[in-house]
């Protein structure tokens, strides 16, 4: 369902579903599937990158990232390598959740 959430965002943006975002951090907190997780997270990243960001870092803070999954990390390293990019000054918070990522394994 996520997946498709995705394609519907890429085709129309916030037309179609404006609090998409809302509803994308509460599936975050409440989704146990890993798999529904990681594409949440990815589309959150484009919905608005700085919530994907706030909710890496409290998952970080608050040791949760084991939970994740290595799924999650592969996501993550995307999200890294494209934020890097674009915003350099958000790299810190992306290493520490890439080093949480590799202590929890």
């Not at 989704?31 to 589309?43: G, H, M």
């Not at 909710?55 to 990232?65: G, H, N, V």
């Not at 000054?89 to 202590?103: E, I």
Request: charged share 30%.
């Amino acid at each position: 369902a996520v997946s498709c959430l995705y394609s519907i965002f890429l085709a129309t943006r916030d037309e179609f579903f404006p609090d998409l975002d809302e509803h994308l951090e509460r599936l975050l907190s409440n989704e146990a599937d890993i798999s529904t997780k990681r594409n949440a997270f990815l589309l959150l990243y484009h919905v608005s990158p700085q919530k994907a960001m706030s909710f890496l870092s409290e998952a970080t803070s608050s040791e949760r990232i084991d939970e994740l999954g290595d799924i999650m990390a592969i996501a993550v390293l995307e999200l890294m390598r494209k934020t890097a990019k674009l915003d350099p000054a958000q790299k810190p918070k992306l290493l520490k959740a890439v080093l949480g990522f590799a202590r929890a394994r």
